[in-house]
């Protein structure tokens, strides 16, 4: 039986001295694989009958609905689907698009499509407008579609799309293995392929095409946003996935016997890698959370008896569903195999996290990173000191940097210790850029150093602290507001399950922020009387908010990342609305704030059916009232003028 690959190592990284250390090896040394799929056949060949891939459609019967798939069944359907995907035209510069939840079948086409080519995992909850968009951006050659369930409902889209995108060549239907009703409604030239009746017809000991891997080659395509206009498509590499891979794992002391869930979907870096090729690259078990992952209505909530029931040992989370688990009680499971927990995609509240601890007795170690640096680029170390806030220390081979803003147009300076700034990252794990050169204008700083657009500082221990996105930062007269700080505020009242804080314009002070908060259940508390009680927890007068909303939950990404662009335009909405009846401008037909991405945010007024004379002096007035804000404003006349 071959042996475990050699470039797996035990490392003591607990301090920043320590990594660099280990940096003092160069790095082609190490001698990691050239490819994701080798990657892949170096964790599958040393253990073949263990399982791989634990999968359950309700995680309150995860037991009776549960799947199990070994290492041999695992490499076996990846290179049965590289050969499909191979016959239908695939090359090493094609397309594979998929619109797929967290199901096994969706790893082999994950990762069988990048062996074959460049796999371009999309977020099937976007509209088939959009994801058209980015299927002809890709110029992708084959679709791969689930079939649908209960809860992923992604037919009609792929119907739609298929209409609006006919330089397909196929769609590939899959399924979970459980609901295997395949639709075939599309008018040609797609054509329907099941993945089922398909797969068998191909061979599972190798690829039986030739192909010379390079580590440069694209592996993936990420869309990053897509909440407004068309995501950006950002270029992964086969070398930077697979450093990023390794170095994470090492950083984790990751092991073979390891078993980690995953409930964040596959268009997500972080469920895509961390969740589920890191630790199948590193021979562990991973354990699937429905075909929703934790959207799904029975994961959150039985969550603690998954964990006992499959001896889950590590969960990469999000600070939703950390949250969220406060509120279910352990009971009388048994979770003592569960000693790791990470979070990231969003900044977690340091309130949250110890409340996590007090519950669990686990410390969650925070760690940062973006589709931009292929997940992760810097984590809380294993060892040594978990600092609670930060987001911890870089990974081996990876550099950070936070700069003065003010000198990008130069040659950046950096900041001294504890002196905020923006945050520049370099190395290994760095993105090439995006497909559309266009795009990469401003993405580069001094060179090689990759702006993030986040605002952070370094501590005198080496940790970066984030502080929050350069365009979250509230500018109220000119003075500088930290959104998280004013969260934290509001964290600290025990009602409060979810809190953000965003700009709202203002006629005098440009800016001021507003609050939005969700509670947790049974709570009784008014917003005003948490607002009030938090008042005493914010340092600066300025950055108290002026007014406090209660939702039933906050939006969020599909990653559950609070969409703070959503609450801008709200916040900007209920200002407009209210200045406009303030004023009594009876002109005004409708109003609508809207966020228009890179174009900002848009305030949109209709008028009434007037004349054309009387048009023009109410647009007058509309603009005398609403143009005092720093906001664009868009009159539009009534339909009938």
């Known amino acids: 039986m071959r042996q475990e690959a050699s470039y797996w190592v035990d490392a003591d990284l607990s301090t920043l001295a320590k990594i660099r250390a280990f940096d003092a090896t160069p790095l082609p040394d190490r001698r990691l694989p050239a490819s994701v799929y080798e990657m892949l056949v170096d964790a599958c060949e040393p253990h073949p009958d263990k399982i791989a891939i634990h999968y359950f459609s309700d995680a309150k019967r995860c037991y009776a609905t549960g799947q199990a798939v070994t290492y041999r069944t695992l490499l076996r359907r990846i290179n049965q689907t590289a050969n499909?995907?191979?016959?239908?035209?695939?090359?090493?510069?094609?397309?594979?698009?998929?619109?797929?939840?967290?199901?096994?079948?969706?790893?082999?086409?994950?990762?069988?499509?990048?062996?074959?080519?460049?796999?371009?995992?999309?977020?099937?909850?976007?509209?088939?407008?959009?994801?058209?968009?980015?299927?002809r951006a890709a110029e992708a050659k084959v679709l791969v579609a689930y079939a649908g369930d209960g809860l992923v409902d992604t037919w009609p889209k792929v119907r739609a799309v298929a209409e609006l995108v006919p330089a397909l060549h196929a769609v590939v239907v899959i399924s979970d293995g459980e609901s295997a009703v395949v639709p075939s409604d599309l008018q040609p030239?797609?054509?329907?392929?099941?993945?089922?009746?398909?797969?068998?017809?191909?061979?599972?000991?190798?690829?039986?095409?030739?192909?010379?891997?390079?580590?440069?080659?694209?592996?993936?395509?990420?869309?990053?946003?897509?909440?407004?206009?068309?995501?950006?498509?950002?270029?992964?590499?086969h070398a930077g996935q697979v450093f990023m891979t390794?170095?994470?794992?090492?950083?984790?002391?990751?092991?073979?016997?390891?078993?980690?869930?995953?409930?964040?979907?596959?268009?997500?870096?972080?469920?895509?890698?961390?969740?589920?090729?890191?630790?199948?690259?590193?021979?562990?078990?991973?354990?699937?959370?429905?075909?929703?992952?934790?959207?799904?209505?029975?994961?959150?909530?039985?969550?603690?008896?998954?964990?006992?029931?499959?001896?889950?040992t590590g969960a990469t989370l999000v600070p939703a569903v950390v949250a969220q688990l406060l509120s279910v009680p352990i009971g009388d499971a048994d979770i003592s195999s569960l000693t790791g927990v990470s979070s990231g995609s969003a900044p977690l509240s340091p309130h949250i996290a110890d409340s996590?601890?007090?519950?669990?007795?686990?410390?969650?170690?925070?760690?940062?990173?973006?589709?931009?640096?292929?997940?992760?680029?810097?984590?809380?170390?294993?060892?040594?000191?978990?600092?609670?806030?930060s987001v911890g220390l870089p990974i081996p081979y990876q550099q950070v940097r936070v700069v003065r803003q003010?000198?990008?147009?130069?040659?950046?300076?950096?900041?001294?210790?504890?002196?905020?700034?923006?945050?520049?990252?370099?190395?290994?794990?760095?993105?090439?850029?995006?497909?559309?050169?266009?795009?990469?204008?401003?993405v580069w700083v001094d060179g090689d150093w990759l702006d993030t657009g986040d605002l952070a500082y370094l501590d005198s221990d080496g940790y970066l602290w984030i502080t929050g996105r350069a365009k979250d930062l509230i500018i109220r007269g000119g003075h500088n507001i930290d959104p998280r700080m004013v969260e934290e505020a509001i964290y600290a009242h025990s009602d409060v399950l979810e809190a953000a804080v965003v700009a709202a314009p203002d006629e005098k002070a440009g800016e001021?922020?507003?609050?939005?908060?969700?509670?947790?259940?049974?709570?009784?508390?008014?917003?005003?009387?948490i607002l009030a009680q938090s008042v005493s927890r914010i340092p600066e007068r300025a950055a108290i908010p002026r007014v406090c909303y209660v939702l039933q939950t906050l939006p969020k990404t599909a990653v559950g990342k609070v969409q703070k662009n959503v609450l801008r335009a709200d916040a900007a909405e209920r200002v407009m609305r209210a200045a406009v009846s303030q004023a009594g401008l009876e002109v005004?037909?409708?109003?609508?704030?809207?966020?228009?991405?890179?174009?900002?945010?848009?305030?949109?007024?209709?008028?009434?059916?007037?004349?054309?004379?009387?048009?023009?002096?109410?647009?007058?007035?509309?603009?005398?009232?609403?143009?005092?804000?720093?906001?664009?404003?868009?009159?539009?006349?009534?339909?009938?003028?």
């Open 246 to 312: 390794w170095s994470t794992a090492v950083c984790h002391r990751a092991t073979a016997d390891d078993v980690r869930c995953c409930g964040l979907p596959l268009f997500h870096v972080t469920g895509a890698l961390l969740n589920c090729l890191l630790p199948i690259a590193r021979g562990s078990s991973i354990v699937l959370m429905t075909s929703a992952g934790w959207r799904h209505p029975s994961a959150i909530p039985n969550f603690w008896s998954v964990v006992e029931t499959y001896g889950i």
């Open 356 to 389: 996590f601890e007090a519950l669990t007795g686990i410390k969650i170690r925070e760690g940062y990173g973006m589709t931009e640096t292929i997940a992760v680029t810097v984590v809380n170390p294993l060892e040594g000191c978990i600092k609670t806030g």
């Open 84 to 135: 499909m995907f191979h016959s239908l035209g695939v090359g090493p510069e094609d397309v594979v698009a998929m619109l797929a939840p967290v199901v096994p079948q969706a790893l082999y086409t994950m990762w069988g499509a990048q062996a074959a080519g460049i796999v371009m995992p999309i977020n099937w909850m976007l509209e088939p407008g959009i994801i058209a968009q980015l299927l």
């Open 189 to 237: 030239p797609a054509r329907v392929i099941a993945y089922d009746d398909a797969i068998e017809s191909f061979d599972g000991e190798g690829l039986t095409f030739s192909r010379a891997f390079a580590g440069s080659d694209a592996t993936a395509l990420f869309h990053t946003g897509g909440t407004t206009g068309v995501p950006k498509l950002a270029r992964h590499t």
């Open 512 to 529: 001021v922020p507003f609050a939005y908060i969700s509670l947790k259940p049974f709570a009784k508390s008014t917003a005003e009387e």
């Open 588 to 641: 005004v037909a409708t109003l609508r704030v809207e966020d228009r991405g890179a174009s900002g945010i848009v305030c949109v007024v209709e008028l009434k059916p007037l004349t054309q004379e009387s048009s023009n002096e109410a647009s007058k007035k509309v603009r005398s009232v609403l143009g005092a804000f720093p906001i664009q404003l868009l009159i539009l006349p009534s339909p009938g003028i």
């Open 406 to 442: 003010q000198r990008l147009d130069a040659e950046a300076v950096d900041c001294g210790v504890d002196e905020p700034g923006l945050l520049l990252v370099r190395g290994p794990g760095i993105f090439p850029g995006y497909l559309d050169e266009k795009a990469n204008a401003r």
